[in-house]
């Protein structure tokens, strides 16, 4: 009788990439966006669904949605790759620029998925640290591309799960001083105060993801995108993606939000106004933060651990992400920014477990 093949021994160890799932009245732990999309949206897809042909595959190309991705970034369609989620969009950069005897290099603490989808398709990943603010210094990077000579290398910013922003000039150096393609994760890039899209070039290597999933009011559509070098997209669609990867509904929800850039940018506004308020609030308390310019705050609890916080939040109804078993973040917590309301009660809460 045939038998079951043992995993993978590699993929064996890993551990994989879980957030808590709880049944709360306020859920502010996995970084959504709080507010749904504007009812326009849900019209205007629900019609345009109506007139999707599902007996026939979608454009393999997404020709329509790299064009208006291209003109709101104001690069070329050809510049443009999109995929189901900025996860598939990395893992799709993976298995074209990583793979057995390849390296990546991630600078810890940062997005979990960088190394575990690196991992996952076979590639080496060199781990660099952050200063003790989390900042990135270039000393720092440059001993890590002298020892590992990554093919690949990982920046985030606004870095989840920090929120500190990369420096314009310390993003600049490693791009002289990276040996391989780097790859600059924007998932919150809307909610900064500055962005790397402008450094685009067929010449450069670099590469910028975004995804809908946040300010896009998306994230159950599962849509991403990446926009850099043609050469690096043309490979990524004709070596690393499967066929007709990105549904037709997903397509053409992708196109109809673009109609509402100015709903999304108020959304931005109303959460950036939370995200200070939150921040001004949490320096009132017992608790250590850091500089966020994303649609979270990372905080530390002075006066208990920080898993007894977090369960005493949840007893209260309100869900945060621990993140106390992330590299250098013993103890921390972090909070998606939510409602005025959300917002509120998440603070009334953490006062009152803090007591």
């Known amino acids: 009788m045939a038998a079951f093949p043992s995993l993978r021994d590699d993929l064996g160890v890993m551990a994989g990439y879980h957030s808590a799932q709880v049944g709360v009245d306020v859920r502010l732990n996995t970084n959504e966006s709080p507010l749904p999309p504007p009812a326009g949206f849900l019209a205007a897809l629900a019609e345009a669904v109506a007139e999707v042909d599902f007996h026939r595959y979608p454009d393999r190309a997404c020709l329509e949605l790299r064009s208006d991705l291209a003109r709101l970034h104001g690069v070329r369609?050809?510049?443009?790759f999109v995929a189901n989620g900025s996860n598939e969009v990395?893992?799709?950069?993976?298995?074209a620029y990583g793979g057995p005897g390849r390296t990546a290099a991630v600078f810890e603490p940062t997005y979990a998925m960088h190394?575990?989808?690196a991992r996952m398709v076979g590639t080496t990943v060199a781990t660099g640290e952050r200063a003790d603010d989390f900042t990135l210094s270039v000393a720092e990077a440059r001993r890590v591309f002298a020892t590992a000579r990554p093919q690949v290398t990982f920046l985030c910013s606004p870095n989840n799960p920090t929120g500190r922003v990369e420096a314009k000039d310390v993003v600049e150096e490693v791009l002289d001083l990276a040996p391989g393609l780097v790859v600059l994760d924007e998932a919150y890039a809307q909610f900064a105060s500055w962005s790397a899209l402008g450094m685009v070039d067929d010449e450069l290597p670099l590469v910028v993801t975004r995804t809908y999933s946040k300010t896009w009011s998306m994230a159950a559509a599962r849509l991403g995108y990446l926009l850099g070098p043609a050469p690096v997209v043309a490979a990524l669609w004709e070596k690393a993606a499967l066929p007709y990867h990105v549904d037709a509904v997903k397509q053409v929800a992708g196109r109809l939000a673009l109609r509402f850039t100015d709903e999304m940018e108020e959304r931005v506004a109303i959460l950036v106004a939370e995200?200070?308020?939150?921040?001004?609030?949490?320096?009132?308390?017992?608790?250590?933060?850091w500089p966020s310019e994303a649609n979270f705050v990372l905080f530390q609890p002075r006066?208990?651990?920080g898993r007894e916080v977090w369960q005493g939040l949840v007893d209260r109804s309100v869900l945060v992400r621990d993140c106390s078993s992330w590299p250098r973040l013993d103890g921390c917590l972090r909070v998606t920014v939510g409602t005025p309301t959300e917002n509120t009660a998440f603070l009334t809460a953490l006062e009152a477990v803090l007591r």
Do not use: F, G, K, N
């Open 77 to 80: 369609a050809d510049q443009v």
């Open 90 to 95: 990395l893992q799709c950069l993976l298995l």
């Open 115 to 117: 190394a575990t989808i």
């Open 275 to 289: 995200r200070e308020r939150l921040s001004t609030a949490l320096a009132r308390l017992p608790v250590t933060t």
């Open 303 to 305: 006066s208990r651990p």
